[in-house]
C-alpha cells in the first residue's frame, strides 16, 4: 500500500513539475535568454531605436502568445512602444491580439520601438505568456541608455518599406543596406512560418514579389544580417 501511495505521490509531483516548466524561450538574436534576463540599449536622442527579441514554443502543441509590457521607469518626451501581432501605440500594455506559434517554432515578430528627446535610462519589461495560461510565460528587461554619446546601432544604417500596404496582387518592398554582407529579406505569416526569403544587395534597391497565392492576414517582413534581425515592419495583404 505505501509503495502505490508513493508511486501515486510521485506520478502527482512529476506531472505538476512538467505543468510548472515554460513553454517559452527568449532569444536576443542568437543567444538564448533567462528568463529575466536584461538587455542593455544605447540610443541617442531623437532617433528611434528598435530592438528584436525572437520567442521559440518549445512545447509539443501550438500557443496562442500574449505580450504584457510594464514600463517601470521612463524619462519625460520618452515613447516606449511594442509590435506582435501588429504596432501598437505607447498606451497598449498587453497586445490585443495574440500570436500563434506552432510547436518547435522561433517567432521573430516582436519588437520593441524607443524614442527619447532627453538623456537618461528607462526600464520597460516585456512579458510573454500563453493566452490560456498566464502562468506560462517569460520575461525579458530591456534597459535604454539615452545618450548623445551612445553608438549608433547598425538599423541607422538600413531603410526598410513597403508599397503598396494593404498589398492585394504585388508588393515592392524598397530598401537600403550600406554593408549587404549574410543580409537576408524575409516575409513571414502570423504563425511565424516563412513565406519569402531574398539575398539582398547593398545600396538601394527593389524587390517585387508575387503574393497573389497568399491568403488574406497580418504578414512580417524583415531585414535579417548575420542570423540577427535588424528591422521588422507589418504587412497587410487583403484580397
Given amino acids: ?39 542593455f540599449a544605447q540610443v541617442k536622442p531623437d532617433i528611434m531605436d528598435q530592438q528584436f527579441i525572437n520567442v521559440k514554443n518549445i512545447s509539443i502543441s501550438s500557443k496562442n502568445v500574449l505580450v504584457k509590457k510594464n514600463v517601470t521607469q521612463l524619462v519625460p518626451e520618452t515613447s516606449i512602444t511594442f509590435c506582435w501581432a501588429e504596432c501598437y501605440p505607447p498606451e497598449t500594455m498587453i497586445s490585443p491580439e495574440a500570436v500563434q506559434i506552432q510547436a518547435g517554432t522561433l517567432c521573430e515578430n516582436f519588437s520593441s520601438d524607443f524614442e527619447a528627446s532627453k538623456e537618461g535610462i528607462s526600464y520597460v519589461l516585456y512579458t510573454f505568456f500563453d493566452e490560456n495560461n498566464g502562468g506560462d510565460s517569460v520575461s525579458v528587461w530591456i534597459q535604454y541608455n ?12 538600413v531603410r526598410l518599406a513597403a508599397f503598396p500596404n494593404p498589398a492585394t496582387h504585388y508588393v515592392t518592398i524598397d530598401y537600403t543596406i550600406t554593408n549587404a554582407e549574410n543580409a537576408f529579406l524575409r516575409i513571414y505569416n502570423i504563425a511565424g512560418e516563412l513565406m519569402y526569403e531574398k539575398a539582398l544587395i547593398q545600396g538601394y534597391n527593389k524587390v517585387t514579389i508575387d503574393i497573389s497565392e497568399w491568403n488574406t492576414g497580418i504578414y512580417m517582413y524583415s531585414l535579417r544580417k548575420n542570423n540577427h534581425t535588424y528591422l521588422s515592419k507589418k504587412l497587410i495583404i487583403t484580397k
Avoid: R, V, W
Fill in 146 to 157: 539615452c545618450s548623445k554619446t551612445a553608438i549608433p546601432s547598425f538599423t541607422k544604417e
Fill in 1 to 39: 500500500m505505501m509503495k502505490q501511495i508513493l508511486s501515486i505521490l510521485f506520478f502527482i509531483f512529476t506531472f505538476l513539475s512538467l505543468q510548472a516548466q515554460a513553454s517559452l524561450e527568449l532569444y536576443y538574436s542568437t543567444t538564448k535568454l533567462k528568463n529575466g534576463d536584461t538587455i
